[in-house]
């Protein structure tokens, strides 16, 4: 075996782990501090944590793609949020007063188009200046959140349609359509990480970005590219989460962009880019939701879940790098 | 094929930086089937030339012209459309990815919707690395690889493509001799295909062996070009630096004085296992070996960057530990590191600043840094080492690569140590430089420090050591005074066969 | 046989009338021995606060009480709950009118009426003062998006001109339930306007945060009318620098929504709209009322 | 003097462009309200943007130490909070050093993960984010902490007093200002500073203790987020829990605007506090334009953006990115 072998293992499964641990100690501790008569591992409720797991879980996928082009993007809850209002506010436009109810596929289209143009105006703005993708994002997180309060001002922005609602709640083969939304995600931008000539080429880019172009990778447009999935997968992410809830407060998604990094953090992907895995990821997804799931379970209030949270992160981060430590002959720097 | 047409040619490029004038009307031209050698000191624009013609930079003014059609090179992407491929003078991979990926990076083989396809791209490659004769295989992570592994994957580029022309910046600067055979044959078949080659290189044995004609830059102007049959060394090096070159070893005799460092049983993990040597005050230690046998390692781990497994270090006869680089340096140890850009130089600091680094807690004036002292520093260091920059407060990583070296090398002078380790210290460093150097590590030595030189370049190493200690696999297999020393037996050593072992 | 009820909060943590919400609430439970309790808290997130209603439908308790982040956002898991026959009581703010039909009551205080009478407070004052005609007032309202912001700037604004035709509002600006920004809103309103008579608050929080601001600034005999009376805004209203508020205890909400969900599992009668009274408190009357505890 | 070729002009323009901007908004706010320009108006806000300034002083030295810290708006809420408590429990001289030591503390096992342990600071501060809020909660039980007597207490000088007709949060705010810009632009510790972020392998390898210079850029971070917290507290003499919610990203935008690169290395104190002063005069123009608080959402946005865009484009001498 080459050395190393193992510590890649536990670092590849280590998610897992992590996530059997976390039902196995939320099972135990729950028959003593649950109030609930149900097991925590209730099929149920693990369906249910599949069904939650979505909202972020998709915006996750996204935010993958972009970490492992050695990008960031905090915007993704604004995007959240203003996809949000299009998706509602469209279907009471004048215009499309005689669609009926397809007006609905023309208001997801109008949402997932929003997410798209303003993934590419992040994507274009680093492109085009050169400008580090955080500082950008963050900027536009702040801009986007204000187009948000310009469009309604402090007003929610509501809509319920009871036909999307209905297709929203349903299930399918016992799972929610949420939850067949993220595993769809999941599986195409599997796809398009480990099995495409755009996928490989991300981790490059990510890698060693002057590498890439010198080897002739349009580095800027593909860039962009990510940039859009991810305004369009957080467009999605709005798009099934507010067909369901059917009004958006303008400061709704915020933080998000704190609890998709977290997850992907989690699932193993490297914050200096070239190195991660949508799996994983789903896995980090999994893992975080749980962790909230099974601390409520058993009776922790807010401050402690903050607490924890923000703890096993960290611990998290600690863990990966033991397993990176190679001996004490290693190089101090 | 059509004799007369060059494969490229330049004509008139002016590139100017801010400060900088890079080149000055450059004109240059390479015919098909050629190796054409580009020389210069450093910072003579040499790389600035071809990152024009890569595509990397665009000229001020001037025009590059393909197959007698003008062309703008807007992009690298573009430049390979155009045939030509560019090996660049540092490392340009992603460690990541496999050997397979970084090879056809930019070019990915694929099938219908936009997948990879992975079969075509390890056998084309596994094709490539058979040509090469190299030990690793297409699907093996490039991270994995040793720096000169890492040099053949870069070179293995030049085979992906139809190539109209190839420029290959510095490409021998980490590799061994066996490499450059297979490099030096590769090169071979490409001139045969009819493939014009540019090569750059500060290695004149090289440049005599494989170039056919030989054009020189000096300070970004265009200084002529010379068929290499009619030409020598001398010739060539007047036209780079203006002057002649004295060559002769410095023949300064010196008393030897006490032991400095003395190093017993010293082992660390896998890099290296039971060294045992000892430098006195006046003397210069060359380790030559095979890159990865460990030379580096040693050097890092006297200087407090690794903890060794076994074994002990005295300095001045007293035992001593060594926990970091600042116990190093208050110990008067000092390195000049393998990897100046990732070890050396703070890139985006001015001169001056990175020079100082190291004793900026010493040079002060009540609690603040004392700037007048450290412009001396620099002044000083400047005049001896012959930097060229246009003055302290330039940024560093605007110095060409060679300039850049010597802020390193000024900046470990300037501390006096007691025992100076240089590690490559020449790597990418033009001729009339590298005597200096040479001169100057012979000239520390007769004042009375101990130093130690690293050096996988074979003339360098028998030119300035007392005496040399050949290392193979992590292990000292011999040591060479210098008169028992000759090309064969040191080769011998470095390849693991030692005369006991032999016999 | 124990009846298990579920509440999911807004954003416990975020002010003190929350935190002393979520406390009476507990303590009220566990004083009732036929009572079992689930305590969640949202945390102010709309998407968190479904989940918990999926939680707890699952769970399969008895009744579930919701303080509502978005008043129409929560009204689909709602109906949710209604579907699975699990009653639900909305408690402190209300949700939209769609919803109305997928819930059992609304316990709370009517943000709307609350709005009113501080316009009253705000006007009776001016006439007192005979400033009535020409007095010149801002508005610092609550977290944008809060149902209990809007209901309580809808209902002071709604009602100011019926009461005082000519008081004239002249800006309103947001301070998020929070002093400190409330008080930076404050100073740039009060370099703005040369003359500002008074400030409506949409809590005492931001209401102190907007008086220490006029003092900083050494402009007195601004007439500050809160919301929610708070510990600092009586503690000011004896001091003589705030004038008045609407008193609301969290204790009585907390209560009357435990009251309210346990009467409807028993089966009596209760009132759709569940108000309990938040009277006008003023430095006038603020001896009939104790200090608030938070 | 250089001569003022076409270049040279773009490059002044460019480097000096958040200044122009500056100055501009300035002219601008002046021409739309009369009152922007009065010395009460500029007292007021620099007044309020003490706080966030004195807090983008100590991440100034973060972000120069190539790190990043996003839990100083936690850790002011913390800080604010447990001043307050203190005040009544100990009285306010020894609450002010209990309040501090705890807060260092907190900057110190920041300071030990990212310098000592080597980890991600983003990830680090986010966790800490967390964690402090939830920490934050559980000290104050989820209840706003006020001061019992405020008219008695001698505690509200920092926040409300002036000396010589200066504002003591001003004061407070200048004179850090000067000893930390001095510290950073004329001493060795400030030296190793830009050089650990600069190139932190090189620095390691120039014998500069890098886990100690960065364990001390957290320590100021956080003593200067206690100063914060105790101008906030004593301005209001009491506080909610989220006092400092969200603080980190305006921080973060100053020190940004201020010109100082996320990757490390490069940035001074006298461009962060520059940055602060136009977030501060944007907010307060915005305003007083009668323009709603989130315009300033989409001026922030689009400022940091030109900002940073013109000066990375000054040092690469091109507008647009070479990208391809
Ligand atoms: N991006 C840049 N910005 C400013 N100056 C630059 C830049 N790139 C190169 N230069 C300057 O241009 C000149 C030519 O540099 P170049 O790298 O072409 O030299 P070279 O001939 O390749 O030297 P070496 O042999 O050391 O590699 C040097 O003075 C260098 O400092
Ligand atoms: N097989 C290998 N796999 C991974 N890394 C390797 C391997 N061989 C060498 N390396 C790495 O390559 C670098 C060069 O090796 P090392 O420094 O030991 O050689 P050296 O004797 O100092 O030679 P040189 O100084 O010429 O590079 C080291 O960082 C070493 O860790
Ligand atoms: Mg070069
Ligand atoms: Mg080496």
Redesign the pocket.
Known sequence: MEPGTLSTALKRGAIWGFIILELIFFSVAGKYLSLSDKAFMDLDNMLLLLKQSAPIGIIAMGMTIVMINRNIDLSVGATFALSAIVLLDSMTWPVFAGLGDFVIPVAWGLALATGLVLGALNGLIVWKTGVDAFIVTLGSMLGYRGLVFMYNGEQPTSHLNWTLVDFAEADFLGLHTPTWFLLAVTAAIWFLMTKTVHGRNAYAVGDNREAAVNAGIRVGPHMMINFMITGFLAALSAVVFYSESGSVNPNDGELYELWVITAVVLGGTKITGGAGSVISTFGGVLAIQLLRKGLVHIGANTETVNLVIGLILIAVLFLDRQLNIKGKEELKV | MTEAIPALRLEGIVKTFPGVRALDNVSFSVMPGEVHALMGENGAGKSTLMKVLGGIHRPDEGRIIVNEKPVVMTSPLEAKAKGIVFIHQELSLAEELSVAENIYLGELPRKSFGRVDWKTLYERTNAILKKLRVGFDAKARVG??????QQMVEIARALTVDAKAVIFDEPTA?LTDAEKVVLFDVIADLKAQGVGIIYISHRMEEIFRITDRISVLRDGQYRGTLKTAETNEDEITQLMIGRKLDLSRNAIHHELGDVALKVEGLSCGT?FQDISFEVRRGEVVG?Y???????????ETLFGLREPTAGKIYLEGQETRIHSPADAIARGISLVP?DRKGQGLVLGMNCRDNMTLPQVDDLKAGPFVAEGSEIAIFDQYRDRLDIRTPGWKQLVGNLSGGNQQKIVIGKWLSMHPSVLIV??PTRGIDVGSKSEIHNLIRDLAAHGYAVIV???EMPEVLHVSDWIVA?FSGRIMRTFTSDEVTEDNLIQAISGITPDKAA | ETMKIGITQNNVGVDSYQTTYEKAFIKAADANPDVETVVLDAGGDVARQIAQMEDLIQQEVDAIIIWPTNGEAVIPAVRKAYKAGIPVIVTNSNIAEPGFEFVKSFSGPDNITQGSRAAEIMCDKFKAMGIEDKAKIVQISGQPGYTTAIERAKGFEDRLPEVCPKVTLMETQPGDWNREKSQKVMEAFLVKYDHIDGVYAGDDNMGVGALNAAKAAGRDGIIFVGATNFAVGYEAMERGEYWGSIYQSPVDDAEAALQTAVDVLSGKDVPFLNYFDTPKITQDNMKEFSKPVF | MASLNKANIGGFLARQGILIAFVLFMIGFTIANDRFLGLDNITGVIRSSAILGVMALGVTFVVISGNLDLSVGSMMSFSTIVVLDLHDKLGPSLAIPAMFAMTLCLGAFIGFLVGYLKLNSLIVTLGMLSAIHGLTLIYSGGKNMDIADKEGTWFSVFGQSDIVGIPVPILMFALLAAFLGIVLAKTPFGRKVYAVGGNGVAATFSGIRRARVVFACYIMSSFCVATAGLIQASRSLGSQNTVGQGLELEVLAAVILGGASLMGGSGTIFKTVIGVLILGFIQNGLLLVGLQFYAQYIVTWIIIILAVWLDIAAKRGKLWSPIA
């Open positions: 994995d690889l040793s720096i000169a592994n980490s890099f380790f070996g095979l890159v990865g046998a460990g030379r580096t390692e040693i050097a393998e590690d490559e690293i050096s996988s290392m």
